[in-house]
């Protein structure tokens, strides 16, 4: 970015953020198309011939995907639950107080979150889905994967709004 009248320096970490959002909601609207089509699949075949043996166990790896991606999406926006009353009323020194405290408890959380993700990555590498056959291993992985990028948005978060900015 530029340094042009008003315009805000910030840090690789915000456009970083920015895109890889981006990503996400593709990603995120890809994993619920996905998702119906499947479900949609399963039903037709299980009225017309037989159920797809293996459907329902990829549906539910792609809600787990979703969910994840949603979660990420929604720490970018700034929309996962929050209770503000309480902290609108403190002065701004103590709100930003809260709000970087709050931010450095997120970045803790998925870095634990990340962390047991790769532990469970490296414990269930030999096993595979019973319908599919994907390694285990594959889909925790996504448990470090989306914690860091929840974690980028909330250290991209506390740049901007150390800086005086909104998302």
Known sequence: MNNHAGERRFSPLVPLSARINGL???????LMIAMIVITTAQVVCRLVTQALTWSEELTRFLLVAASLVGA???FYRGSHISVTFVIEKLPKRGQTLVFLVMQALGVLFFGVLAR?????????ALQTTPALGISMSVLYAQFPLFSAVVILHLLATAE????????
């Open 116 to 124: 047991y993700g790769h532990v469970m990555m490296e414990r269930e």
């Open 72 to 74: 990420a999406v929604a």
């Open 24 to 30: 996400c909601e593709v990603l995120l609207f890809v």
């Open 160 to 167: 901007i709004y150390l800086r005086g900015g909104r998302r």
